[in-house]
């Protein structure tokens, strides 16, 4: 890929984690472990790497001979989704240098390579500022944006879950229209 981390940011109940349920069933793709923000830069201990590892061998059995072996595949990617990311994200300081530097690491550096590990995270933050290091080619596959439906699109929704047509006024959350 040209990137293993996507980004994506909006307010609350826009559809944020919607979307990676989304994601994650499109691309039907390896382990997911969500991860809290406070916990990233403990990823890398030496106490979790023979985890990563027996998550990187997949057993599989020859059909004819009936034959064991392991090996690794590449569909059993590791995605770590991080929701609520702000602390990791946010330009470096004293308090989230270590983080920052795993999720660079996690990214493109060895580790991330190694482990095939693929990132979502998640803000509500509605302008919070990007450590550029994040952003740049190679390391940022995509940013999201998801904001809040036209009045059109969620009477379409709203009309598609019930039967029942509703206008809305003004823009709404995703969630507003599922309460």
Known sequence: PT???ILIDGPSGTGKSYL???ILNKLNYGICVLIPASMLEGLDKPNL???LMKNKSVK???PVSGMKNFSESKGNSLVLI???ADSVISPRAADNMSAISSLLNYTDGIFGTLFD??????TNAPHVEIEKALLRPGRLL???HVGLLSPQKA???HTNLTGKEKMFEKEVSLATVYS
Request: charged share 35%; proline share 4%; aromatic share 0%.
């Open 155 to 157: 009477s379409e929704i």
């Open 82 to 84: 991080i929701e609520d």
């Open 20 to 22: 990676i349920r989304g």
């Open 142 to 144: 995509k940013r999201i």
């Open 3 to 5: 990137g293993r981390m």
């Open 49 to 51: 790497i023979p985890l």
């Open 60 to 62: 599989h059995v020859d």
């Open 117 to 122: 590990l693929r990132i979502i995270a998640t």
